[in-house]
C-alpha cells in the first residue's frame, strides 16, 4: 500500500494532481485544501497517500498533513460517506471548522459540503462527537480499535488544550478560555464539552 509520495508535480487540476516519482506519474486525488497548498509545477513536494483499491482501480488520496487524512478516515466510517464526499467536506472546512462544528453539533455549518444534506450532516455530528477528540488532540483516528485496555485517567482541560494547539490556536489563547470553561463545567465535564464550549468562546468576536 502506498503511504506517502515525495516526487514532481507534474499538473494540478480540479480535485487532483499528478505527482512523477522517477518517472512514474501518480495521479492522486485531494481536498482543494491541499491542492492549493502544493507547489507550482515542476516544484517538488511530499504528500501523505491513503490508498484504496476496488476490483476495477486502485485509487490515491493526498492530503498535505496529517491531521486532514486522520479526518478523512474518520469521515469515511460514517454510513454515506465515501472517499470523494469525504474530500468535499475537507475542501468546505478546515479541521478546526469541522471539530468545531461537530462538537457543537452545527449542522448547518457540515451541510455546507457539496453533497452533504440535512440527514447526513446530523449523521456526521451524532456519530463523530465522540470520536472526535482522539484525531483533535493528535492522537490520530484507528478505524478498528484495539481491545480496551486499563489507561490513566483522562484530563479533559489537558486534551482540550492539546486539540486546540493542534487546529492551530495559540497557547496563550486557549489556555484561559479553557481554564473558565472547565470551572464553569465542574469536574464531571466530558472532553467534547469543554472543546465545544472553548471554541465558541474563541469564535466570539
Known amino acids: 500500500m502506498i503511504a506517502r509520495l515525495a516526487g514532481r508535480i507534474v499538473a494540478i487540476e480540479d480535485g487532483r494532481c499528478i505527482v512523477d ?78 471539530v468545531a462544528a461537530i462538537t457543537a453539533g452545527d449542522k448547518a455549518a457540515l451541510a455546507r459540503a457539496p453533497g452533504v444534506g440535512a440527514r447526513l450532516a446530523a449523521r456526521l455530528a451524532l456519530e463523530l462527537r465522540e470520536k472526535i477528540g482522539a484525531v483533535a488532540t493528535g492522537g490520530g483516528f484507528v478505524p478498528t480499535p484495539p481491545a480496551a485496555s486499563a489507561e490513566p485517567a483522562s484530563d479533559p482541560a489537558r486534551d482540550a488544550l492539546s486539540a486546540l494547539l493542534n487546529l492551530g490556536y495559540r497557547r496563550a489563547e486557549a489556555e484561559p478560555v479553557i481554564a473558565r470553561v472547565a470551572a464553569r463545567l465542574g469536574d464531571g465535564a466530558a472532553l467534547s464539552e469543554v472543546l465545544r464550549d472553548s471554541l465558541k468562546e474563541l469564535a466570539r468576536p
Do not use: M, N
Open 21 to 98: 516519482v522517477h518517472g512514474v506519474g501518480y495521479l492522486v486525488q485531494a481536498s482543494s485544501r491541499t491542492l492549493a497548498a502544493l507547489p507550482a509545477a515542476p516544484e517538488e513536494a511530499v504528500l501523505l497517500i491513503e490508498t484504496h483499491v476496488r476490483e476495477d482501480a486502485i485509487l490515491l488520496f493526498g492530503f498535505a498533513d496529517a491531521a486532514e487524512r486522520d479526518f478523512f478516515r474518520l469521515l469515511t466510517t460514517v454510513q454515506g460517506v465515501g472517499a470523494k464526499l469525504a474530500l468535499a467536506v475537507l475542501s468546505a472546512l478546515a479541521p478546526r471548522d469541522l
